[in-house]
């Protein structure tokens, strides 16, 4: 059975810095792609990084300018995302999510067919 447990949220003024991590189990070989998703109430949940465990290839909401960072180990099977210069706009509840699926964009919600229960991110100002 595939669990994913996300950890690491938590409160934080604008400018700071907090480090998710997502800790995987139960995924089959085939479920190369992790990716981190937030949403904030009143608006859909939307992809800000992925990954894939193979290569080791990252994917970025564009308008992040580099703010975040996504990166795996895979000897712990953990997912991580590095947030800095935090903005009140990041506040939103982050989810980790697996898929196994190719050739869909690694974006996309309908890509990932596992998700965690979500750990909330507060930025005030």
């Not at 089959?28 to 894939?52: H, L, N, Y």
């Not at 990166?71 to 898929?99: G, H």
């Not at 996309?108 to 005030?124: C, E, I």
Request: net charge positive; aromatic share 10%.
């Amino acid at each position: 059975q595939v669990q994913l447990v996300e950890s690491g949220g938590g409160s934080v003024q604008a400018g700071g810095s907090l480090r998710l991590s997502c800790a995987a189990s139960g995924l089959a070989v085939s479920t190369d792609t992790m990716g981190w998703f937030r949403q904030a109430p009143g608006k859909e949940r939307e992809c800000v990084a992925a990954i894939t465990w193979s290569a080791g290839s990252t994917f970025y909401k564009t308008a992040l300018n580099g703010r975040f960072t996504i990166s795996r180990d895979n000897a712990k099977n953990t997912v991580f995302l590095q947030m800095n210069s935090l903005k009140p706009e990041d506040t939103a509840v982050y989810y980790c999510a697996a898929s196994n699926k190719i050739g869909l964009s690694v974006m996309l919600t309908k890509t990932y067919d596992y998700w965690g229960q979500g750990t909330q991110v507060t930025v005030s100002s």
